[in-house]
């Protein structure tokens, strides 16, 4: 979809790095953990993780931080799987407003579970909550001239806007995944993915520095053989 969330590859300024530090606050590390554990004991995609994130009002969205993104959308799904209640969220962060202490769950020691949840984890590690599918027939091989599409669609998808249009070159193929397109609303349309490689210049204007390019994971609906490449073969072989 087209929002505030898509601008990877616009001129947004320079970006503050501090090397030295994986988390800034010390709840964010708490959000990393429940997005973890709910995605390993839940029902969710990550294309549903996304879209909800999506979905945020543009100007909560840029006054928020990476972690309340997350935040926003692990509750979101926590509540629609019935981990807890939108009143049990409500209720606890008005005490925390109210500077009440939150009451503590008891300990509970269960090796069993404690084991799956280190197993899922660890699944995700490897899978990024994507599970390869059986190859499918492919449209295009390595060495195809194709051009992204246009996508404008009103719901989520991973073809990110400036590359719309765009001319690139298929560098491989990569295995056949569920579609995040149509994942987000429940559904399941595995496709092929490739990586792409588009030039710096195609992007971004002759002023580009020189022998720059990024290289995509696309899915195969995101994009056509550049028809501008096909006109050009054809030619040379009537030629």
């Known amino acids: 979809m087209i929002g505030i969330h898509d601008v990877g590859g616009y001129h947004m300024g320079p ?8 988390f800034h606050e010390w709840w964010e590390g708490l959000v990393f953990s429940l997005v973890l554990v709910s995605a390993v004991q839940g029902t969710w995609s990550l294309a549903e993780f996304r879209h909800i994130i999506e979905q945020m009002p543009p100007a909560e969205y840029l006054r ?3 972690y ?5 959308a692990v509750e979101e799904l926590c509540v629609r799987d019935g981990f807890v209640s939108r009143e049990e969220l409500t209720a606890r962060r008005q005490a925390i407003y109210n500077g009440e202490t939150p009451a503590t769950m008891p300990a509970q020691v269960d090796a069993e579970a404690a084991q799956n ?3 899922g984890i660890q699944n995700l590690a490897h899978t990024g909550l994507g599970v390869r599918r059986p190859d499918q027939p492919r449209l295009f091989h390595a060495g195809d001239r194709v051009r ?3 996508l404008a669609v009103p719901g989520h998808t991973r073809l990110p806007r400036y590359v719309w249009g765009q001319p ?3 560098v491989s193929y990569s295995g056949t995944y569920p579609l995040p397109d149509t994942e987000a609303s429940g559904g399941d349309n595995p496709e092929p993915t ?3 490689r588009f030039a710096g210049a195609d992007l971004w204007g002759p002023g580009t520095e020189t022998n720059v390019s990024v290289v995509l994971s696309l899915f195969e609906s995101y994009m ?4 501008d490449a096909v006109a050009v073969g054809q030619k040379a072989v009537s030629q």
């Open 194 to 196: 490739y990586m792409v």
């Open 68 to 72: 309340v993104h997350w935040l926003e």
């Open 148 to 150: 992204a599409r246009v």
């Open 64 to 66: 928020s931080s990476y």
């Open 117 to 119: 949840l280190r197993e």
């Open 168 to 170: 690139g070159v298929v």
């Open 224 to 227: 056509d053989l550049d028809p």
């Open 15 to 22: 970006i503050e790095t501090r090397d030295d530090l994986v």
